[in-house]
């Protein structure tokens, strides 16, 4: 080869060199890197930030309906500790609220008053990741003020003319109440059966009912309006609460923040100061 064409050929070759390497350094600013998997990385989520600033934006919470006075406090508790939050509420009888949510319901955590219905959402794929128990519950006898008709245990539910009115079997307070009775032998006959413990509590308080069975939370937070009854066997039927993080949720960093919470001190001595027992 002449010097001046080996010459030239060097320094196509050094130009070459110099330009790709340039183009390897990195995407031009403002650019986006691809991931592993080829697809652009996606931006921070706006309710987050890429520094790990707390989550912010708006959560529905699905809850049991003996939830309701516990968690709308927990509610507004988390909303004045995370600046920015707004946390809204659907209570229900959980089998209720499954329903809901299988049917397309948007919401973002579900808390039920039992592990049954929980897994009904674990097994058609709603709930994303582990739901984590937090609290645990017992039946108690409501009665009226003063327990006019003398109740002192379940075999008295059954006397002549003692109307009784209990949750329905596929609701969890229906369900401990079915436990209940085969743990002392008797078998009650309401005169109706509800969809969520509160509609029983509300039919004693009404005086529609002379007894319901209802849990402990129930007769405490019912301010004098009931008188509670504990009974032995209640202690066959413990009902354990989980909650979840639903899958479609839109905003699972707040969804997750706000179910922590519920498991965290503060949120175990609200439920405990309200009757609930620790999972």
């Known amino acids: 080869m002449k010097p001046l064409l080996r010459s030239a050929t060097l320094a196509l070759v050094v130009t070459v060199g110099l330009t790709l390497a340039a183009c390897s350094a990195g995407s031009p600013s403002g650019g986006t890197a691809a991931t592993g998997n080829g697809s652009p990385s996606s931006s921070a989520s706006p309710n987050s930030s890429a520094s790990g600033a707390a989550p912010t934006g ?3 919470v699905f809850a049991a309906a003996s939830l309701q006075r516990t968690f709308t406090e927990l509610g507004k ?3 004045q500790d995370h600046a920015g939050t707004t946390v809204r509420f659907s209570f229900a009888g959980s089998s209720d609220l499954v329903s809901q949510i299988t049917n397309g319901a948007p919401a973002d955590v579900f808390a039920s008053a039992d592990e049954a ?3 009904k959402l674990s097994t058609t794929d709603l709930a994303s990741g582990w739901p984590r128990d937090f609290a645990t519950n017992t039946l108690e006898i409501a009665v009226a003020p003063g327990n006019p008709e003398h109740i002192r245990g379940l075999r008295d539910l059954t006397a002549s003319g003692v109307q009784v009115v209990t949750c329905a079997a596929p609701v969890p307070c229906g369900a401990a109440t079915a436990e209940v009775e085969q743990a002392a ?3 009650l006959r ?3 059966e509800e969809q969520s413990v509160t509609d029983v509590l509300g039919k004693v308080e009404s005086g529609e009912a002379d007894a319901g069975l209802v849990y402990v939370t129930d ?3 019912a301010g004098g309006g009931v008188d509670g009854v504990p ?3 209640s202690a066959k039927a413990v009902n354990t609460y989980p909650i979840g993080v639903l899958k479609e949720s839109t905003n699972p960093e707040l969804a997750t923040s706000f179910a922590a919470y519920v498991r965290s001190d503060a949120g175990r ?4 100061d309200a009757g609930f027992g620790a999972p």
Do not use: D, R
């Open 58 to 60: 708006t959560i529905t």
């Open 77 to 79: 508790q988390y909303e």
């Open 117 to 119: 219905n929980m897994a």
């Open 185 to 187: 032998g008797v078998e």
């Open 190 to 192: 309401p005169v109706s």
């Open 219 to 221: 007769v405490e937070g």
């Open 231 to 233: 009974f032995a066997e």
């Open 269 to 272: 001595k609200v439920l405990a």
